[in-house]
């Protein structure tokens, strides 16, 4: 069991005033049997109330309003939450039996949306090769996964500023090169391609002696459906398991069911975006909003909502 106090600072600065911003926001992690919420605010600029849902994946979101001139927005959220060891897969179960449960799976709508995969990816140079050496009739899908983990984290570079939040699968493929996202993309499509159900998670990483990369920011992982256990995550950045040092968020398909903030303005401006993460075993009232030098310029016309969408790889650009 461990106790982290997360502050998540998402801040943007415009050139002129803009109006009637509209915002959706996922920064309410997730409640459950492995991990315990026990204090959560979130203050948004003009005191804008949030109203908050569950979407098709059980995330909690929420969305709040902005109608007067403004020159600013900041998101804070504050989170206490208590992490809880997770038992692993005993991985008794004969491999036989594992895999015919993963072939039952794959028209149960429960699981439909996790195991469509790019076949664009799935024909890129080396791909394919990697599937087929892999012997399902030796390895139990639960050792399948922590294999094609380990490939991604042996075989690709963490290099930030290299990708962008629209680098595809295939492209990180080719540059064997990115951040977390880039690695949460590529293995969720490696590990849907076996047939094992996948799914992308968003959320913080609490780092220890073994986890160095990814701290300072959003972080991305992924979660694989085991036979006769449930969802399992592995983190492809730092080769790891996610235990009681990565706090959730949200899950989806993919990124855009995960990302933190989306949103819709009126106005034709310059904007900057500043982001800051602290992740702390003991509390801290104070967190940095930074100064003009640490923004990071984004698009100077409309289209916010890609603006926004580009926060986590931000983050994860930011984190030195």
């Not at 920064?27 to 919420?37: A, E, G, S, T, Y």
């Not at 998101?75 to 008794?92: G, L, N, Q």
Request: glycine share 4%; net charge negative.
């Amino acid at each position: 069991m461990a106790k982290f106090y997360i502050k998540h600072l998402t801040k943007y600065t415009y050139s002129n005033t803009v109006i009637d911003a509209a915002n959706l926001i996922r920064l309410h992690p997730i409640n459950d049997d492995h991990q315990k919420v026990l204090s959560h605010t979130i203050a948004v600029t003009n005191n804008a109330y949030i109203q908050t849902f569950k979407d098709f994946y059980n995330n909690t979101f929420g969305t709040f309003m902005i109608t007067e001139p403004h020159k600013e927005l900041s998101i804070e959220s504050v989170v206490e939450v208590i992490t809880f060891d997770k038992i692993f897969p005993d991985d008794s179960v004969a491999n036989n039996e594992q895999w015919a449960e993963i072939k039952s799976l794959q028209k149960n709508i429960d699981y439909i949306d996790f195991t469509s995969y790019s076949k664009v990816f799935a024909n890129t140079p080396g791909v394919l090769s990697l599937i087929e050496s892999i012997d399902i009739n030796t390895y139990s899908p639960y050792k399948v996964v922590l294999q094609l983990c380990e490939y991604v984290y042996k075989n690709f570079n963490y290099i930030q500023g290299i990708t962008t939040v629209n680098s595809t699968p295939e492209e990180v493929w080719n540059l064997k090169a990115g951040v977390c996202q880039d690695f949460t993309n590529v293995l969720l499509q490696l590990v849907r391609m076996i047939g094992i159900p996948a799914r992308y998670v968003s959320g913080y990483i609490c780092p220890n002696e073994t986890i160095t990369r990814g701290e300072g920011a959003t972080h991305a992982w992924i979660e694989a459906y085991i036979p006769f256990y449930g969802w399992f995550g592995v983190d492809p950045t730092n080769n790891a398991i996610a235990n009681e040092n990565h706090v959730r968020l949200a899950v989806g398909r993919h990124y855009d069911d995960c990302s933190p903030v989306k949103g819709v303005f009126k106005g034709n401006i310059e904007a900057k975006l500043l982001v800051k993460v602290d992740v702390s075993t003991t509390k801290n009232n104070h967190l940095d909003h930074g100064n003009t030098k640490n923004f990071v310029p984004l698009s100077t016309n409309n289209r916010y909502f890609q603006n926004l969408e580009m926060i986590q790889h931000q983050q994860q650009q930011q984190q030195q």
